[in-house]
């Protein structure tokens, strides 16, 4: 028992500081923008990059995983991440930082697949499985909360030039420890004889995605223009040939990418739609609340990330207790959590509208933060409960693709939204009218996930026998 919590702890390393460099830099922005002499634009684009690079190549890392090896892979993935990072950490300009948040984005995408997937070899048994999925929440908790307060405190360092540059370098010494506690804690594990890869595979479905995930991104800042529209439709092309190209592979029995046997599992598909309407909720609530708190009710931007550091203070909590209330209440938990962030979305439409007092926008803050904390870690444990071991690490890249995909189109749709509502009125009584209209949708989006978990059998989120 030891021996598998001591494996789960290096393991989480690596989702650490993938969630943590997603959310590191936002602080830095005006610093690194300054110091590099930066145009907007490309300020924009190295904040996307990372996110491009994990989302286009999730399913390509837990294919590999597969194939050659889930440690092989988590530790190639460290130590590029550590390189890339180091490339972060010593860029003389725009571009150079440009190309290796890309690579550092690349490089979380190897590892993240291999956290899951281990996670679901090493606890095979619901309860212990249970108990690790929620320490995997806990991970995001506190790497979300860790890369807001360590982009702040190092950009904000006295006595060094140009101090940003810590948030890339802090992660080599963590890349280090993680790789020499991987090879000494993990053992290897591939489920697939299969040692041939699909490289063509591999590059039509990375161009695919890198395609879409481009035109999101660059749709959050100037909208769906004709440019982003043709990106769009040639993506969408380009993925419906992967698919048809992968399908007759399996035809053949040749080598493919995506293990379409995947689909054919219900628990996985209920998974699915549930963490993609849960993410399209998630990404753009946190998105219109910065804008709402800074643009609409004036908030500073320090007070403002004070207040949302409640939010994860209260994702923690919830992932630590959600674990008994799951093994007790089986899959009504996760339902409760879901109707709880429904109930505090509704009570910040009602009370952002009448207060603005600090103490209870912390207090919702920190309940909606609750609700959250119960509901991500199931979700996972739904997608993936059932799942034949040759196929975990193909489904963990799948799900994670799921995810950052759901995460985008949530800030861009949503996001269009409420700034379609506000029509450029200044006025805080509008940013509550947009505000209450986006969170609308977040509520629609969060039903939809309700009728998903209601449709899971049972017996993948049973309650403990007494």
């Not at 529209?229 to 419906?240: D, F």
């Not at 708190?293 to 004070?306: C, N, R, T, V, W």
């Not at 939809?448 to 978990?453: G, H, L, P, R, T």
């Not at 449709?455 to 007494?466: A, E, Q, S, Y």
Request: proline fraction near 2%; include cysteine; glycine fraction near 10%.
């Amino acid at each position: 028992m030891k021996y598998k919590y001591l494996t789960l702890i290096v393991i989480l390393f690596g989702q650490l500081l993938t969630i943590m460099d997603i959310f590191i830099i936002n602080v830095s922005i005006p610093s690194i923008q300054r110091d590099l002499r930066a145009s907007n634009g490309a300020m924009q684009f190295m904040i996307a990059a990372y996110l491009i690079g994990f989302a286009s190549f999730l399913i390509t890392g837990g294919r590999l995983g597969d194939l050659y090896g889930r440690k092989k892979i988590f530790i190639s993935g460290l130590l590029f991440f550590m390189l890339s990072s180091l490339a972060c950490g010593i860029s003389s300009g725009a571009v150079q930082l440009v190309i290796s948040r890309l690579i550092q984005g690349i490089s979380a995408a190897m590892m993240a697949p291999q956290v899951l997937s281990m996670i679901q070899i090493l606890f095979p048994v619901h309860e212990e499985r249970t108990k690790a999925m929620g320490w995997y929440g806990i991970t995001i908790g506190i790497g979300t909360i860790l890369g807001q307060f360590l982009g702040g405190y190092f950009s904000s360092l006295k006595g060094w030039d140009e101090p940003w540059r810590f948030i890339f370098l802090i992660n080599i010494p963590i890349c280090v420890i993680a790789i020499l506690c991987s090879f000494r804690q993990l053992e290897e594990s591939t489920m697939n004889t299969r040692k041939t890869f699909d490289i063509w595979g591999v590059l039509v479905l990375s161009a695919g995605l890198f395609l879409i995930t481009y035109a999101l991104t660059a749709s959050e800042e100037k909208g769906m223009d004709l440019q982003n529209g043709i990106i769009m439709t040639v993506s969408a092309g380009i993925l419906m040939y992967f698919v048809k190209n992968q399908k007759n592979k399996m035809k053949k029995d040749g080598s493919y990418l995506i293990d379409f046997e995947l689909f054919s599992y219900k628990n996985f598909n209920l998974g699915i739609i549930a963490v993609s309407f849960f993410f399209i909720m998630l990404d753009s609530y946190f998105y219109i609340l910065s804008v709402f708190f800074q643009d609409g009710l004036k908030i500073s931007p320090l007070m403002a990330g004070e207040i949302i550091v409640f939010q994860g203070l209260g994702f923690i909590l919830a992932s630590v207790f959600s674990v008994q209330l799951i093994l007790k209440y089986g899959k009504n938990a996760l339902i409760a959590g879901l109707i709880v962030i429904i109930t505090v979305l509704v009570l910040q439409v009602f009370f952002f509208r009448i207060s603005n007092d600090f103490y209870m926008f912390c207090l919702l803050l920190f309940l909606h933060g609750l609700g959250v904390g119960a509901v991500i870690p199931s979700l996972a444990n739904i997608a993936l409960s059932g799942m034949s071991e040759k196929l975990t690490g193909n489904a963990s890249g799948v799900y994670n693709t799921f995810q950052q995909i759901a995460a985008i189109i949530g800030i861009v749709a949503v996001g269009g939204i409420f700034y379609y509502v506000l029509g450029g009125q200044p006025l805080t009584v509008h940013y509550h009218h947009a505000f209450s209209i986006a969170v609308l949708v977040n509520v629609l989006c969060l039903l939809f996930v309700i009728v998903a978990v209601f449709r899971v059998p049972d017996n993948v989120l049973p309650k403990r026998k007494t």
